[in-house]
């Protein structure tokens, strides 16, 4: 296992590789609050320097390259959602989500688009399975559409909507690629929002873990991989402070509230996925998390990152693994209202793995009034100097993939890491009349995160699979079919897939692991000192 350098910590810190190894060589000329971030880090990541790695920090010599090779059991995939790519939302008695009544009944100024067929995926599901055959991937994350399996929530099933995922399952399997089921992908039951407020009662929580159940009792014999919820950050978040989701509110306690609920969702459906599985399936959660780092080295921006990285990540990692909300979140008093006797307990039932979704990092500053709740006392540095921007606004940077998959190894000790989701939506370019799609950006940015992983693992994290985000052009929520994720292109009138030359390129990276060849075609293969890294404020 590759041991963490002084450069590791600096990063980690967002200072100079020079000023840890002044930190570590006692010189005074370290302001306080910077010394302190210091220690604190090398304390928590464990790092124990040699004099030889204290002298060499300070030098210009990157680390020796070395070839991408992982482990022959190592999970390549990608991933996708029910809502955004099946389409047939009327189809043999599937019920409506709260996203179909987002489309039906639009914002002003949402364009006027639908998931009535979005990638057709549920009429051709048999040439989708083909093409992930084509990619070489062994695993395939998927999300199970609940109102496929309970049209209302609750109540009576629907059994055509389990026969769809059965026959899914089974072509997965034939072709030699594991199923990674998700059930839930925000794509909540619209009765149950009509009926319950959605995830602001509790209820809704003993109602998802039933509805796991159910679908684990019926494909548990044959699914070895399972996750409960998917980035309850985001739904809570975008739905519940920035109304941009549905249910549309901007009440923070709210947001407190339906994250609480579905963590605890989660805690109760852990134990009956189990009862229906076999002994070595994992289950386990996603979570989109995004490193935070300084903009600056003054004490007030330590406590901004500890204030950001709070609401960001630690809300939900602490009581996942901990059993402990942050007490900056702790003492919301719209959070301790719901909380509940054992809820804690069942919020903190061991999982198998934790599902890592990642797409960017905050830098922050502190903000020019104190903090008042979790989402204050920090502002996000926008645009960063000198970085890289996607089509989607979102800053590419590499490195904090490693970073936080040390944080959370290092901080939490999860049994098992996945990256349940990573990718980047870009402006293709489409030449031969379709028949190519070059994206050579995304090719790049699939080179870097998985240089930064292969990093992270060399440092200890127990990394085992990875799910590029995603396997086509699909609905991207209130963005449409604006921006483009996919491996593959989806022609807007035909829905003829194309591999664009990310697919391509990961194809033949799968392969060349696969064989467990390392050689020098850098179509398949690259050396990490050579993959390109964004530049840090």
Known sequence: MAQ?????????????????????????????ATRERILGLIKEMDYHPDHTAVVLASNKHHRAP????????????VATSAFQIEGALRADGRGASIWDDYVAHPPPDFRPQTAEIACDHYQRMAEDVALLAR????????????????????????????????????????????PLVTLYHWDLPLALQTRYQGWLHRDVAQIFA???????????????????VNEPWSIAVHGYVLGIHPPHQQDKGQALQAAHHMLLAHGLAVPRIRQHCRPAAKVGIALNLSPVYPADQREATAQAVRQAD??????????????????????????????????????????????????????????????????????????????SYSHMGWETYADGLQDILLRVHHAYHPSALLITENGAA????????????????????????????????????????????TLMDNFEWVD??????????????TLERTLKESGQWYAKFIATQRSGAVGDDSSATFAIGQARHNRRP
């Open 210 to 228: 039933d509805y796991a159940e159910q679908v684990a009792r019926r494909l548990g014999d044959r699914v070895s991989w399972w996750t409960t």
């Open 4 to 32: 963490m350098t002084i450069r590791d910590i600096a990063r980690l810190a967002g200072v100079s590789a020079a000023t840890v190894s002044r930190v570590l060589n006692h010189k005074p000329d370290v302001d306080p």
């Open 426 to 469: 870009f402006t293709d370019e489409v030449v031969r009349h379709g028949q190519l799609v070059r994206d050579q950006r995304r090719v790049a940015y699939l080179q870097e995160h998985i240089a930064a992983m292969q990093r992270a693992i060399q440092l200890g994290a127990p990394v085992r699979g990875y799910c590029a985000w």
């Open 310 to 387: 709070i609401w960001y990540n630690r809300w939900l990692l602490d009581p996942l693994f901990q059993g402990n909300y942050p007490p900056e979140a702790a003492s919301q008093a719209a959070l301790a209202s719901v909380i509940q006797p054992q809820d804690l307990a069942h919020i903190a039932t061991p999982i198998d793995f934790l599902g890592v979704n990642y797409y960017s990092r905050l830098v922050v500053q502190p903000a020019t009034t104190p903090a008042t709740d979790l989402l204050t006392g920090f502002t996000s540095v926008v645009p960063v100097p000198e970085a």
């Open 135 to 178: 990619l070489g991937v062994q695993a395939y994350r998927f999300s199970i559409a609940w109102p496929r399996i309970f049209p209302t929530g609750e109540g009576q099933i629907n059994l055509r909507g389990l026969d769809f995922y059965e026959r899914l399952v089974d072509a997965l399997l034939a072709a030699n690629i594991s």
């Open 480 to 493: 449409g079919y604006q921006q483009h994720f996919g491996l593959a292109s989806v022609a807007p009138h």
């Open 66 to 77: 070395a070839k991408l090779q992982f482990p022959p059991d190592f999970l390549w995939g």
